[in-house]
């Protein structure tokens, strides 16, 4: 989400006549977006301010504004704490910016901007045309969280949650799809958790669907506890949703998610898998998990491991709890150091197992490839499968944007490298 966040901030920047440099020494104004999800976010902040004072100690200092969630939990310490800082911005207020740089420009002020403005925000946006042209693109439909799980943060950084007009959706979709996006993926805290005047998530994906150039759909970050039955046959139906489903779980025992305060039991979130499959049975998925949460038994932690074992995620994202200050969890006693830390080995050796095997079994088999774009080294190309795997391969014909069926010769950890199939276009690329 800061991904999007980042590239509005520039299009309103545009607006008063700031664009983007890659030179960070040509900046007159350097906006540092931030994420305050794991742990050391605030020091990552001081250390990145750090480097800009540094580059910029014998030349005119830059305006510095610190967005994102760290500026939302964190803003009134940063101005204190760090004068090189001109202002704070927090996730929902980013639509003020010019009015924040304007200021910074003319009277030298300082201004903490953090109110929860999200309908302002989003009908400020909507003002301004979304100039992203990636082949793949991001979209926020859905902001903030009220499941108030006790080790997250973002039900007070993001605040509560807030799903966008169904119109303004669509409306922002086609500028994307028109500036030459093919995959757009939809994003939101509670993606799933969509409801504008009883539209759901599953009405958005039909109805994204239409857009004809638009060939991929995806959706981040979705919760177990919203997954509702339209959308379960949403994945039957809207042939463009992509098969690779994002269903974080966090844990595979049914005790700690209560003490998460997940509102759900495994067994759920194991029927919420069986029905997608009966009506998707190609559909694969990747989590999230926590390791070592306070009161996490043994016994827990194995439930986790077999969890990893029969859903075989393809990908996984695992780290040891992390306390976040403000949150109920911050308090609880934490397993000890060494024993989570054997804990995440374990569990991440089994997650890499799986995902080994599942990779060499891709090998010599075909996959449909949306192209991105090009690498810097020779004519190699960047895309990704249908499952987000990357791929690599070499090619003379220009196929960014293209979807083209690739044979795949071999892999590493992380991608996938192939050739073109040359005569078959797929079904998908012929749409
Ligand atoms: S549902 Fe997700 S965003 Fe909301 S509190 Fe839980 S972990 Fe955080």
Redesign the pocket.
């Known amino acids: 989400m800061n991904e999007y966040d980042s590239n509005r901030i520039l299009d309103l920047t545009k607006k008063i006549n700031y664009t983007l440099t890659k030179n960070i020494k040509e900046a007159d104004c350097y906006v540092l977006n931030t994420c305050h999800i794991r742990e050391k976010a605030t020091d990552k902040v001081y250390h990145e301010v750090g480097r800009v004072k540094k580059e910029f100690r014998y030349r005119k200092k830059p305006i510095v504004l610190i967005a994102g969630c760290v500026a939302q939990a964190e803003g009134d310490i940063l101005l204190q704490k760090e004068k090189y800082i001109d202002s704070v911005v927090g996730p929902q207020s980013y639509h003020e910016i010019n009015k924040i740089i304007l200021a910074t420009e003319n009277k030298n002020t300082r201004i903490n901007s953090t109110e929860f403005e999200v309908i302002e925000k989003f009908d400020q946006l909507n003002l301004v045309k979304n100039s992203n042209n990636k082949v793949s693109s991001f979209l926020t439909i859905q902001e903030?969280?009220?499941?108030?799980?006790k080790?997250?943060?973002?039900?007070y950084t993001?605040g509560p949650e807030y799903s966008r007009p169904f119109s303004e959706i669509i409306s922002e979709a086609k500028q994307l799809a028109d500036n030459g996006s093919r995959e757009i993926i939809l994003l939101g805290?509670?993606v799933n958790a969509y409801n504008f005047k009883k539209q759901r998530l599953s009405d958005l994906l039909y109805s994204l669907s239409e857009i004809k150039s638009l060939k991929r759909i995806r959706y981040t970050?979705s919760?177990p506890?919203d997954f509702t039955h339209d959308l379960i046959e949403a994945h039957e139906k809207c042939k463009k949703l992509m098969p690779l489903l994002h269903l974080?779980v966090?844990s595979g025992s049914t005790k700690i998610l209560q003490n998460?305060?997940?509102?759900h039991t495994i067994e759920e979130y194991l029927e919420i898998i069986d029905k997608l499959k009966k009506k998707k049975p190609s559909i694969k998925f990747s989590s999230?998990f926590i390791i070592a949460y306070p009161d996490e038994t043994k016994n827990d932690f194995e439930k986790t491991i077999s969890l990893m074992k029969q859903i075989e995620f393809i990908n996984s994202y695992s780290f040891i709890f992390s306390a976040r200050p403000g949150t109920p969890s911050a308090n609880l006693e934490k397993i000890d150091n060494k024993i989570a830390k054997e804990r995440l080995t374990i569990f991440q050796r089994t997650a890499d197992e799986v995902k080994k095997r599942y990779r060499k079994g891709i090998v010599n088999s075909t996959v449909n490839v949306l192209f991105e774009n090009k690498s810097k080294d020779e004519n190699k190309y960047f895309g990704r499968d249908e499952y987000f795997n990357s791929v690599i391969v070499s090619s003379n014909e220009d196929l960014t944007g293209e979807i083209r069926k690739v044979k795949i010769d071999k892999c590493n950890q992380n991608t996938l490298f192939g050739e073109v199939i040359l005569e078959d276009k797929p079904k998908e690329y012929a749409a």
């Open positions: 903030g969280c009220d499941k108030f799980c080790f997250c943060v973002v039900p993001r805290q509670n970050t919760h506890k974080p966090q998460m305060n997940r509102g999230d």
